[in-house]
């Protein structure tokens, strides 16, 4: 199986994993980068992915274990990817380059699982992990 994240060079405070889209663009709309007319459909995106999108419960409790999430190379964790298209578009019009990040293991222990996506805490230092710069048709 093969996971993948997408992500900016920013290294999240929880993690200490670079910041993955969703905090990504979330962090423009509370800094009020966004017009008027973006953050509306922010928050429907938003309100949309929460709704197709299983949010993972450690979220509730501010993330205690410091887990990151990674989708899976499948046709639900594709799909979801190919959905955020307003993500990716807020992305390269404020300028933040964005990764992916693959791995062909597991690249921590899994904490939670469904069908788009794991979460891991405890990062393998040794696992594989290839990243490399999405272009903006990506």
Not at 78 to 93: E, G, H, P, S, V
Not at 114 to 123: L, S, Y
């Amino acid at each position: 199986m093969t996971y993948y994240r997408i992500h900016t060079a920013d290294i999240a405070y929880i993690t200490q994993q670079p910041r993955g889209l969703f905090t990504a663009i979330g962090k423009l709309v509370d800094a009020k980068t966004l017009t008027e007319e973006e953050t509306a459909e922010y928050w429907k995106n938003r309100e949309y992915f929460e709704k197709v999108l299983p949010v993972p419960p450690f979220y509730e409790q501010g993330n205690p274990d410091h887990a990151t999430t990674w989708f899976k190379d499948t046709p639900q964790g594709n799909d979801i990817y190919r959905q955020m298209t307003f993500y990716r578009a807020m992305a390269k019009k404020y300028g933040l380059k964005l990764y992916i990040s693959k791995c062909t293991e597991l690249p921590g222990e899994v904490i939670y699982e469904d069908d788009f996506q794991i979460a891991v805490k405890n990062q393998k230092p040794d696992v594989c992990i290839t990243i490399s710069e999405l272009s903006g048709s990506d």
